[in-house]
């Protein structure tokens, strides 16, 4: 990975697409974040289930990236923010995000979890 990257998503959007995969697993796994130029895919699978739902960033990322995140943290740190778009910003799949309010000088640093890879 060459640097960083930011992109904006709607975090209403994504309150609710983490919401529905939270809701789909009883298990405390990871939720896998794999983004390819403007499209977010959230995917969080166990045993039971393999949920995956799209969300759309509003800029494009310069290179693919795949990360992971404790669901929990990831959906607690959005619903701190009461702004309509956040803006999410990469260093890498082993680098903890950055999450800006739009709005505010508001920010949160979510720690990324290491993800099997399939």
Sequence with gaps: MAGKMKTYVSRPEL??????AKMCTEEKKP?????????????????????????KLQDPLPEPLKIGFDSKLVLETLKAFT???????????KMPAVVEAEDSDMKAIVLPVMIREE
């Design 15 to 20: 309150v609710a697409a983490m919401t529905r």
């Design 83 to 93: 702004c309509e778009n956040i803006a999410m910003n990469f260093s890498g799949p």
């Design 31 to 55: 939720a896998v974040f794999e983004m390819n130029e403007d499209q977010l895919n959230i995917r969080i699978a166990d045993r039971l289930t393999d949920y995956q739902e799209e969300v």
